[in-house]
């Protein structure tokens, strides 16, 4: 059983950089041919997917949030992160890391984190 956990701190200041770090177990985040993602909801609103680190390294991003956003992966640690930089309140919202692969060319998530609220405030 692949289990997910998100940590990282519930409040973060405009202008500063969010990193949170999802630590998987119950499988490697090596294994062909999954794609570790990275996907919020703000509140009120519907998921949006932000990015994500695959398998292989190789590293995928939102158009809208390409320029602040980095994802990275420790295979040391079973761990991928992520980072957004300069926030603003707007990015307050659960952030959730999942497992996802494709299938039928749609991509499919069958693993999730239970989410982790994040509060962009000063």
Known sequence: ??????????LVKPSQTLSLTCTVSGGSITTNYYYWSWIR???GKGLEWMGAIAYS??????PSLKSRTS????????QFTLQLSSVTPEDTAVY???????????IRYDYWGQGTQVTVSS
């Not at 390294?57 to 939102?62: A, N, R, V």
Request: hydrophobic fraction near 15%; proline fraction near 8%.
């Open 41 to 43: 909801q703000p509140p």
């Open 1 to 10: 059983q692949v289990q997910l956990q998100e940590s990282g701190p519930g």
């Open 71 to 78: 994802i990275s992966r420790d295979t040391s640690k079973n």
């Open 57 to 62: 390294g190789s590293t995928y991003y939102s």
């Open 96 to 106: 959730y890391c999942a497992r996802g692969f494709y299938s039928d060319y749609d």
